[in-house]
């Protein structure tokens, strides 16, 4: 496995390249470019600047999370051709900066949700919490002022202004789009993508949804292990894969993390390893990595992977925030830092102790 850490650049994060860098036994960084746009081209000499960002702590560039697709392919209007031919530019050009993962996700207006941002847990830290009755008492809109709110002023993937200021349009948009639909649109962007992405070698890894689950009435189609089948069968290669993301797709307990990966092993591309606690109906925080500190089963799910031949990289995904850290919500440094060091910890005896069988 490679051993990667996220990190959202010199303009756009809490920590530094030369943090990563001292973690024991890093690999590198999945990055990205906050400044990009859904739909826009990825240039050239801005990747290139990201890498020499990375590679001059020794350190790799991984990938990157996420090259985010544009509405008009997720919706299916006619704009689509443009923004599809766009994507595929900014395949060949990660390609040609030999980057060869990209993370994306297919949801329609919200990613990620969460309800509190900065839930301080008995002990002082804080997590990332969602509860879905205080979702039922808001409306949509409302999200986007709660997560800007607690933001700490740190520009959250997904939840940029600009498509804030464009959400009634953005409805609009949607208007008509069932699951069924959902599935067709990116089935359309699929087979014009995953053709240059063989060409290229540029692995693609959908991420599930975070909640697991149908938010405000819009179509969710990276839920379950069904849905995850449905995608990889959908254009059979192994390029089209999956990000299995343990923290979004576990904190629905229907989701058997073990029998996911056993499933569509071969698909799994890029791996987000994090816990969760259940602490209702729909309902849940985040935790550290440990087993111990979470409703997963962690030992299992490294075992599972290393079980179905893995060997793409893996990252810690949200941490706590922990001693007095100022930091993006989920992307502090020490909780995630103890997390990869236990991560490797759970490799090297489950590797070793195969060994000896
Ligand atoms: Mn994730």
Redesign the pocket.
């Known amino acids: 496995m490679k051993w990667g850490f996220r990190w959202y650049g010199e303009q756009g994060d809490s920590i530094t390249a030369n943090d990563i860098r001292q973690i024991p036994g890093i690999n590198g960084i999945v990055g990205t470019l906050l400044n990009k746009l859904p739909g826009d081209v990825w240039e050239v000499a801005e990747i290139q600047e990201l890498k020499d960002s990375i590679e001059k702590e020794k350190i790799e560039l991984l990938g990157i999370e996420s090259v985010a697709i544009h509405d008009a392919i997720k919706a299916g209007t006619s704009e689509r051709d443009h923004y599809i031919d766009n994507y595929i530019q900014t395949i060949r050009n990660l390609a040609a900066c030999d980057v060869h993962l990209i993370c994306y996700s297919f949801k329609p207006i919200f990613g990620?949700a969460k309800t509190t941002l900065n839930y301080e847990n008995e002990d002082g830290s804080l997590a990332l919490l969602y509860d879905q009755a205080v979702v039922d008492n808001m409306e949509p809109g409302d999200m986007y002022k709660l997560i800007s709110s607690q933001s700490k002023g740190f520009q959250l993937s997904g939840w940029e202004e600009e498509r804030l200021n464009k959400f009634n349009s953005l409805v609009e948009m949607y208007e008509g789009v069932t699951e069924d639909v959902l599935f067709e649109n990116l089935k359309y962007f699929l087979e014009r993508i995953i053709p240059v992405c063989e060409e290229t070698d540029v692995k693609m890894g959908i991420?599930?949804d975070?909640p697991p689950w149908e938010i405000f009435g819009f179509p969710r189609i990276t839920k379950n292990l069904s849905d995850l089948k449905r995608i990889t069968s959908m254009v059979d290669s192994p390029y089209n894969g999956i990000?299995l993301?343990t923290?979004?797709l576990g904190a629905d307990p229907n989701n058997d993390m073990v029998k996911i990966i056993h499933e569509v092993g071969d698909r799994i591309n890029f791996v987000?390893f994090?816990n969760v606690e259940f602490l209702g109906e729909r309902k849940f925080k985040e935790t550290a990595h440990l087993s111990t500190e979470g409703s997963l089963d962690m030992y299992a799910i490294m075992e599972a992977l290393i079980e179905v031949g893995f060997d793409g990289v893996i990252r810690p995904?949200?941490g706590r925030t922990l001693w007095g850290e100022v930091a993006r919500p989920g992307y502090g440094l020490y909780d995630r830092a103890m997390g990869i060091t236990y991560m490797q910890g759970l490799h090297e005896a489950i590797t070793k102790a195969n060994a000896r069988k």
């Open positions: 990620w991420h599930p975070d990000t993301c923290g979004a987000h994090r995904d949200h």
